[in-house]
């Protein structure tokens, strides 16, 4: 174990779980139920939404006490976002797009979608928090529930016994601990090993981020298999970040939380003697164990990129390495850092300095030598906590290029495009679920995860709309 100076544990846990959604919601919006009457913004959130958030999971916690009280609906939120005045705003232009990268013809380009469907692919899934292929051929998907099994569809069918089932290893009473991630290496289909990030059941929940092995059924992983690989401590409950993901370079790369708490309290972000509020990168390749420090790391140690927050979801773009970090905000902007393949290490991404392109926590800070986001949004229309997602490289060729990502609180999807040195974003569609996070399979298709109902959708080109016969 490679543990970090300074990640002492901590006993004050300021954050709890439960019904996070509620004091999450409320610290944000309570200068808008001082202005509005609550009876009349419940009574038009039925109206314009007929959405509920109870009991769900907010990845843009800020260490307020969610023990106590009710649980909010969100379409609390939804509708105080709508009827007041905190606009989606985002920093890059919000335009047609078009052109683009593809002269190579490596990572064609189209331009932005108008929009997007969704087909149902399965359901009955507790609580997904991530979506994974192997990469052997099977085109199995693999889903994570947060209690901690991972299950498999394969052909569209749900295979009734879990591929694995850690629940005991897992610590999964905060709302955003649990069975976080998966990674399948390069070499999968000889090695038959895969890794796994969770929050465990040592002090409030340390992460850890673990290696199995699959069985002689390829079905079913060996729980006896388990190697530690790394684990960092947690002063608080939440932040836990969670992607696993290997990167171009076949180093796995690991997103962590800066531990929790509100505005980061012991500058987790800013320090390169933690793990906490990162992107890790290392090698797990089979000569070095439990992993290496690969050559160009930048700090001589685990820590490929800090200043992030909580960058629940990152990606590689199969088409040419570029990475992807969604880092979710605390109290107003929630932003898409962009790596480009072969670039970035050591980039310093802002938090707990910056929120997006904002001074955190108040104006008047030093920008030199932090890396600006290249898309952000602020809190409102129900907005709270982004998910990243992928650029899509799947068979519909309007998507082709577009990162496709989400806000976990509103179900808005929307896609961003560079072109040159520009950045255009869209809004793709209004769902009316929680998407805890999207996946890819191997051929590219992606996948997003309704977290309130368990199902998993499959994106896409909208059906075309059936003409009404004539009456
Ligand atoms: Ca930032």
Known sequence: ???????????????????????????????????????????????????????????????????????????????????????????????????????????????????????????????????????????????????????????????????????????SRGSEQGLLGIAFPPDFKTSRTFYVNYTNRTGVGNTVVARFRVSSDPDRADPASRVELLQIRQPYANHNGGQLAFGPDGFLYIGTGDGGSGGDPHGNGQSTDTRLGKILRIDVRPATAPYAIPAGNPFGNEIWAFGLRNPWRFSF?????????????????????????????????????????????????????????????????????????????????????????????SGRVWGLQKNGTRWDNRLLSDTAFPISTFGEDEKGELYLADYETGTVYRLGTPAPSVPRPLQ
């Not at 890396?371 to 490289?393: I, L, M, N, W």
């Open 1 to 171: 174990m490679k543990l970090c100076k300074g990640e002492t544990l901590q006993t004050s846990e300021r954050s709890k779980p439960a019904a996070q959604i509620k004091a999450h919601l409320n610290y944000r919006v309570m200068w808008y139920k001082a202005a509005l009457s609550r009876s009349f913004l419940l009574l038009a959130a039925k109206a314009l939404k007929g959405r509920t958030r109870q009991g769900l999971w907010p990845l843009a916690t800020d260490g307020l006490d969610m023990q106590r009280g009710e649980i909010m609906k969100a379409t609390d939120l939804a509708v105080y976002g709508g009827v007041c005045t905190a606009a989606l705003i985002f920093s890059v232009a919000a335009c047609n797009g078009g052109g683009g990268r593809g002269a190579d013809g490596k990572d064609p380009t189209a331009p932005l979608p108008a929009s997007i469907g969704l087909t149902q692919l399965a359901r009955g899934f507790q609580q997904p928090t991530t979506i994974g292929h192997a990469g052997d051929g099977s085109n199995r998907l693999f889903i994570l529930e947060r209690a901690g099994t991972i299950r498999i569809i394969s052909n569209g069918s749900v295979a009734a016994t879990p591929f694995l089932n850690i629940t005991k290893l897992v610590k």
């Open 317 to 409: 773009d199969r088409a040419n390495g570029d990475l992807y970090i969604a880092d979710v905000g605390q109290n107003e902007v929630e932003e898409i850092n962009f790596q480009p393949a072969g670039a970035g290490a050591g980039a310093n991404y802002g938090w707990n300095l910056m929120e997006g392109s904002r001074c955190f926590p108040r104006p008047g800070c030093s920008k030199t030598g932090l890396t600006q986001p290249v898309a952000e949004y602020f809190h409102g229309k129900g907005d709270c906590s982004v998910t990243g997602g992928y650029v899509y490289r799947g068979s519909a060729k309007a998507l082709q290029g577009s990162y496709l990502y989400a806000d976990f609180c």
